[in-house]
């Protein structure tokens, strides 16, 4: 795993500039590097302390808006109740990230592009730095509506910034934390529309965009989720949000029991 605070991409020990990878990094809560072995008769690498826990898990939710992700946290918050999950979102997530939320999201707020993706990226840093890798050190595992995803589909898609140029800079906010997987909620866009009709809720900024701009966003997470197979799971969210919960769960302690298996 890198260190903390350096960025989480592999290749750059060869030089390789921090884009021109995949988004993929150090696992969290994966197997630890195995120590460089002694050449003495009978040395023996140290073992951590008893009372260090393993590391938590890190799963995010991802989606276009009115696919029904805040339904399906709090679907999941019930399921996961007493297992000491902790849950958070981005924009947000600590006081400072609610701030940029807060400026981010405001319909009345007019903005650069660039100067949005960057908002979103300082807002992830201290939300991934403060709030996020503490937990998982701790041994808790993590869910977060919304993350590094969703950046490089709306900033790097929807506003045409660029695929690698929104994951180099974000390179840099998140370091090593990296999710472990990813539940991707894929709805066709009648039915997104159909949702927002029925909330009839005031838009943010980012949702009053246009059908265009969504239309670039979700083929953004549909070519990530090509790109990223075994990290992002597709679900189908015009199912229930206790069947997506059910599904999700099964895949969280799916690999809880593979990284314990291997840590024995």
């Avoid at 990094?25 to 302390?49: D, M, Q």
């Avoid at 969210?237 to 799916?254: F, L």
Wanted: overall charge positive.
């Amino acid at each position: 795993m890198a260190r903390r605070g350096a960025v989480a991409r592999r290749g750059h020990a060869r030089g390789e500039p921090p884009a021109a990878r995949p988004l993929r990094g150090p696992r969290l809560g994966g197997r630890a590097p195995r120590p460089p072995s002694g050449r003495g008769v009978g040395r023996t690498a140290a073992r951590p302390p008893r009372d260090v826990p393993a590391r938590g898990l890190f799963f995010t939710i991802e989606g276009l808006d009115f696919s029904g992700k805040t339904t399906l946290v709090r679907a999941l918050k019930d399921s996961l109740a007493g297992t000491g999950t902790h849950f958070t979102r981005e924009p947000g997530g600590t006081p400072v990230a609610e701030r940029i939320r807060d400026i981010v999201l405001d319909p009345e707020a007019e903005m650069d592009a660039w100067t949005e993706a960057y908002l979103y990226a300082a807002a992830r840093a201290d939300h991934a730095r403060g709030e996020v890798l503490p937990r998982l050190e701790r041994g808790e595992d993590v869910v977060c509506e919304r993350y590094l995803d969703s950046s490089l589909a709306y900033q790097g898609f929807g506003r045409g910034l660029g695929l690698e140029a929104v994951r180099g800079l974000n390179a840099y906010a998140v370091g090593a934390v990296i999710p472990d997987k990813t539940f991707y909620l894929r709805l066709r866009s009648g039915e997104r529309e159909r949702r927002a009709r029925e909330l009839g809720a005031a838009l943010d900024r980012i949702e009053v965009v246009g059908a265009d701009f969504m239309r670039r966003v979700e083929e953004g997470f549909e070519e990530l989720a090509r790109q990223e197979p075994e990290r992002i799971v597709v679900l189908d969210a015009s199912r229930s949000p206790g069947e997506m919960a059910e599904k999700i769960v099964g895949e969280m302690r799916q690999l809880q029991y593979t990284r314990d298996q291997e840590a024995t």
